[in-house]
């Protein structure tokens, strides 16, 4: 069975400085690994997808995602924090593209002034 | 593009009675719709897969006979949460699969308050 672990519940950042989330999946063959950002009254919306290829994927709204088998890691990170960016972050991670998503347990970035 | 919409964005209702959401995808044909529940500050756990025009594939441990859901065209899957109950207050996320691609949209959710 597939599975995802967000380690970080909570992390706080000061605007304007750098990001990472951590994710960390179990899945026996090729994952097909996702980020999405929930803001709050609003649904989720992907910010980046790792099928195959190049292991560093870049997304929307300067977020960028690098993937690590050996580590079975696929990390997001944003250079600059910007205050819109406070929101829950979760990594989702399926079988094949389009199949059914297991999420991790989410992140949720509050931003300081 | 790939807007997915649900309705009603918020429901309150009495124990026992039963409550439909609609999840409709605006702007694409969804082949496969999806159903999650979220509990407060905890992560989406999926309940069922429906394809349209078949019966819905249901995760384990949750209840076809409690949560009726219903795929009958491309562009609309609905929930019914049936007998409700206290426990099933949650939020309901419906996500929706344009054929042919690999990415789900996710709709805003509803929030179910039963009294």
């Known amino acids: 069975a597939q599975s995802v672990t967000q380690p970080d519940i909570h992390i706080t950042v000061s605007e304007g400085a750098s990001l990472e989330l951590r994710c960390n999946y179990s899945?026996?063959?090729?994952?097909?690994l996702f980020w999405y950002v929930q803001s709050p009254g609003q649904g989720l919306q992907l910010l980046l997808k790792?099928?195959?290829?190049?292991?560093l994927v870049q997304g929307i709204k300067g977020f960028e995602a690098e993937f690590k088998r050996s580590q079975s890691s696929f990390n997001l990170r944003k250079p600059s924090v910007h205050w819109s960016d406070a929101a829950e972050y979760f990594c989702?991670?399926?079988?094949?593209?389009?199949?059914?998503?297991?999420f991790g347990g989410g992140t949720r970035v509050l931003v300081k002034p | 593009g790939a807007v997915v919409s649900q309705h009603p964005s918020r429901v309150i209702c009495k124990s026992g009675t039963s409550v439909k959401i609609e999840c409709r995808s605006l702007?694409?044909?969804?082949?496969?719709m999806f159903w999650y529940r979220q509990f407060p500050k905890q992560s989406l756990m999926l309940m069922a897969t429906?394809?349209?025009?078949?019966?819905?594939?249901?995760e384990q441990g949750v209840e076809k006979d409690k949560f009726l859901i219903n795929h009958a065209s491309l562009t609309l899957s609905t929930l019914t949460v049936t007998s409700a109950h206290p426990e099933d207050s949650s939020f309901y996320i419906c996500?929706?699969?344009?054929?042919?691609?690999?990415?789900?949209?996710f709709g805003p959710g509803t929030r179910l308050t039963v009294l």
């Open positions: 996500s929706a699969l344009a054929g042919g691609t690999d990415t789900q949209y």
């Open positions: 899945y026996g063959a090729t994952p097909y």
């Open positions: 790792y099928f195959s290829g190049d292991t």
């Open positions: 989702a991670v399926g079988a094949a593209a389009g199949n059914k998503l297991t």
């Open positions: 702007d694409f044909q969804a082949t496969t």
């Open positions: 429906s394809n349209e025009g078949s019966k819905a594939t249901y």
